[in-house]
């Protein structure tokens, strides 16, 4: 009776033991699964916004001289290509290490069931010693046959239930280790390899930053400046000839004007009669 008790004491301590496991399991990969995951859309979010930051400096670059376009174009192209190495990124750390944690609910559940089950096994044996000492009670001449029989089948079903209950628990925890162990092995893994072909496109756009010659784009956007210098003064020559080719055609047309009004004048003195001039007209004529 003494040894059934013992069992039933420390198949309460394996229970316990079990059931703060899965819990602690539960509370701690629930945690770890959303900020994992709130991981994974910042990054989502950073390529998205790096996809924008590619757009823009691809319109600027189309606005600037030759040798700036080409260095913020390849610059672009290379960031442009470190954006599918983090979306590779986001697919990887979703499929090895999100994933996985969210597996960790059905996981649980699933210990939970066992642990459901191992308490009505163990209800089962404390309801077995429970009568086993009442019928010992009542006949007392018969304990020796009732512990013979009794006694025999409830440490049967104690042994199987502590073994069933100490293979979960040596498996649950086995199980966490591992995964615990792969997940973050994938997470590092993922990081580092997105990380090692960040450094090295970086490294040429870096490169392609620096090989921007500015003193070739500087000398091509002076003799721009010089050429639109000298279109502003060959229009402001033009206008110059412009207005003095006003001035004399203003200054001609008047002249025409006067000289055809003198001789519409003096076609009109010819015309008239000398007796009907006068001496006024004449001299007028003279």
């Given at each position: 009776m003494m040894l059934l008790g013992r069992g039933l004491d420390a198949r309460d301590n394996q229970t316990r033991q079990m059931q703060d496991a899965v819990s602690n399991v539960e509370k701690h990969f629930g945690e770890l699964c959303q900020i994992f995951a709130g991981y994974?859309?910042?990054?989502?979010?950073?390529?998205?916004?790096?996809?924008?930051?590619?757009?823009?400096?691809?319109?600027?670059?189309?606005?600037?001289?030759?040798?700036?376009?080409?260095g913020l174009k390849n610059f672009a192209d290379e960031f442009s290509r470190l954006q599918d190495y983090r979306?590779?990124?986001?697919?990887?750390?979703?499929?090895?290490?999100?994933e996985p944690l969210k597996c960790y609910g059905t996981i649980v559940k699933l210990k939970r069931d066992d642990l459901r089950a191992t308490l009505t096994a163990k209800s089962r044996e404390a309801k077995q010693l429970?009568?086993?000492?009442?019928?010992r009670q009542r006949n007392p001449s018969d304990l020796h046959v009732i512990a013979e029989n009794e006694l025999h089948r409830a440490s049967l079903d104690?042994?199987?239930?502590t073994r069933h209950l100490e293979e979960t628990i040596d498996n649950f925890e086995k199980q966490k280790i591992r995964d615990i162990k792969n997940i973050f092995s994938e997470f590092i893994t993922i990081e580092m390899l997105f990380h090692g072909k960040a450094l090295?496109?970086?490294?040429?756009?870096?490169?392609?930053i620096q090989n921007i010659d500015e003193n070739e784009d500087l000398e091509i956007s002076r003799r721009m400046l010089r050429k639109d210098e000298e279109e502003d003064e060959e229009e402001d020559e033009d206008d110059e000839?412009?207005?003095?080719?006003?001035?004399f055609d203003a200054t001609k047309e008047?002249?025409?004007?006067?000289?055809?009004?003198?001789?519409?004048?003096v076609t009109s003195l010819l015309n008239t009669p000398a007796h009907s001039l006068g001496i006024k007209g004449l001299r007028l004529f003279c």
């Open positions: 994974v859309r910042k990054t989502a979010r950073l390529r998205d916004k790096a996809d924008l930051l590619v757009n823009e400096i691809y319109a600027y670059a189309a606005t600037e001289t030759p040798n700036l376009k080409v979306q590779a990124e986001v697919d990887r750390l979703e499929a090895k290490v999100v429970s009568q086993l000492e009442k019928t104690a042994t199987r239930t090295e496109i970086y490294t040429a756009a870096y490169q392609n000839e412009d207005d003095e080719e006003d001035e008047m002249m025409l004007t006067w000289i055809h009004s003198c001789l519409d004048c």
